[in-house]
T-cell receptor, first 111, second 113 residues
Framework: AAGVIQSPRHLIKEKRETATLKCYPI?????VYWYQQGPGQDPQFLIS???????DKGSIPDRFSAQQFSDYHSELNMSSLELGDSALYFC???FGQGPQHFGDGTRLSIL | QKEVEQNSGPLSVPEGAIASLNCTYS??????FFWYRQYSGKSPELIMF????GDKEDGRFTAQLNKASQYVSLLIRDSQPSDSATYLC?????????????FGKGTKLSVKP
């Protein structure tokens, strides 16, 4: 079965640079979620989209923005990167009342 | 106090035994509950979800929910070394999956051969 696809898998950036993470949800899933997981931490919710509209907002810094496109894929844009942004970034998708399924994540390293 | 509490472990059980993982949550309005398994450096993998009080069984896994006690548990029968991972309890205030998941810090399970 198709899963949530995230790209890139690994990304290395320097401080103050920008990064764009992409997420392709499971086909027919209508909701996309972004989570950040620091080393040894549990995933923290950033933002979600339902039918291309922002549905919930969590602890997402103002330097980050996200959107969901007409084909339901989503992008997380991160600017003025800081050392503390180094983490695993997961995208999850769901349909209706179904549970969230996670992608393999993007490992972002800030040098 | 964290909204979702789990014993960080490690919980060590011998192969073939029952592993019991526990989770409590503080928001009495929480409506849906999930267990994810996460291997180191990998993504959370959905194991079970439960919305109603009682037990829900799927193969070797049983999820138990007690909303009055704000308690949810996961039992793993006939534990295998491949079950060794961190188990994350997650709670959603809204019904189903509409809304963000609030995770506990996870319980590390080690199944010894």
């Amino acid at each position: 079965a198709a899963g949530v696809i995230q790209s890139p898998r690994h990304l290395i950036k320097e401080k103050r640079e920008t990064a764009t993470l992409k997420c392709y949800p499971i086909p027919r899933h209508d909701t996309v979620y972004w989570y950040q997981q620091g080393p040894g931490q549990d995933p923290q919710f950033l933002i979600s989209f339902y039918e291309k509209m922002q549905s919930d907002k969590g602890s997402i810094p103002d330097r980050f923005s996200a959107q969901q496109f007409s084909d339901y894929h989503s992008e997380l844009n991160m600017s003025s990167l800081e050392l503390g942004d180094s983490a695993l970034y997961f995208c999850a998708s769901s349909f209706g009342q179904g549970p969230q399924h996670f992608g393999d994540g993007t490992r972002l390293s800030i040098l | 106090q964290k909204e979702v509490e789990q014993n960080s472990g490690p919980l060590s059980v011998p192969e073939g035994a029952i592993a019991s993982l526990n989770c409590t949550y503080s928001d009495r309005g929480s409506q849906s509950f999930f267990w994810y398994r996460q291997y180191s450096g990998k993504s959370p993998e959905l194991i079970m979800f439960i919305y109603s009080n009682g037990d829900k069984e799927d193969g070797r896994f049983t999820a138990q929910l007690n909303k009055a006690s704000q308690y949810v548990s996961l039992l793993i029968r006939d534990s295998q070394p491949s079950d060794s991972a961190t188990y994350l309890c997650a709670v959603n205030r809204k019904g189903g999956s509409q809304g963000n998941l609030i995770f506990g810090k996870g319980t590390k399970l080690s199944v010894k051969p």
